[in-house]
């Protein structure tokens, strides 16, 4: 079965940090770009960063970028999403999915892992 | 970044009925443009994407059109099921954004 599991979420104080993974089964995940989304409580879609198949290159959402790292390792089958200066506006269900070849399109989301930012 | 609107923001209708539902670029995105379905506490599926391209396994009763900058997602007969949010995504180009949702409910 194809799949994504994330892992990682929990509370955090603002100004700390936080490490997600995405675990990959049932597909190749060295063959696929892989991409961060999130959910704030109640709201819309925002897709935070992207990742090449081999790590090579990476684009961020200009709402995270210099405090977000979006990673993977290849041989572990994983993804993962470094957070640091966490605000109360980062706050949200955090998805990692898939990308369809060639394009920037997701066919495969894990369920969501819940981040609260909060003192 | 490009944005994202779609209309309307709710809408109530009945099963059997044909939705439209619409979304449109704040610049020409030719035809790179996704459609997702959402229901609560789930993550999105994917239904269409370049603009009209149903993905595999999504009923045909779901049908998208458009290119440039306005785009629909067409619902031929509603299903039980097909109560949800929706909402449009373009990949043309970085950052990738999406529609602020279409909530779909019953009347």
């Known amino acids: 079965e194809v799949q994504l599991v994330e892992s990682g979420g929990g509370l955090v104080q603002p100004g700390g940090s936080l490490r997600l993974s995405c675990a990959a089964s049932?597909?190749?995940?060295?063959?696929?770009?892989m991409s961060w989304v999130r959910q704030a409580p109640g709201k819309g879609l925002e897709w935070l960063a992207n990742i090449k198949l081999d790590g090579s290159e990476k684009y961020y959402v200009d709402s995270v970028k210099g405090r977000f790292t979006i990673s993977r390792d290849n041989a572990k089958n994983s993804l993962y999403l470094q957070m640091n200066s966490l605000r109360a506006e980062d706050t949200a269900v955090y998805y990692c999915?898939?990308?369809?070849?060639?394009?920037?399109?997701?066919?495969?989301w894990g369920q969501g892992t819940m981040v609260t930012v909060s003192s | 970044a490009i944005r994202m609107t779609q209309s309307p923001s709710s809408l109530s209708a009945s099963t059997g009925d044909r939705v439209t539902i619409t979304c449109r670029a704040s610049q020409g995105i030719n035809s790179y443009l996704a459609w997702y379905q959402q229901k609560p506490g789930k993550a999105p599926k994917l239904l269409i994407y370049a603009a009209s391209t149903l993905h595999s396994g999504v009923p045909s009763r779901f049908s998208g059109s458009g290119s440039g900058t306005d785009f629909t997602l067409t619902i031929s007969c509603l299903q039980s099921e097909d109560f949800a949010t929706y909402y449009c995504q373009q990949y043309y180009s970085y950052p990738i954004t999406y529609g602020q949702g279409t909530r779909l409910e019953i009347k």
């Open positions: 049932g597909f190749t995940f060295s063959s696929s770009w």
């Open positions: 999915a898939r990308s369809l070849p060639g394009k920037n399109v997701f066919d495969i």
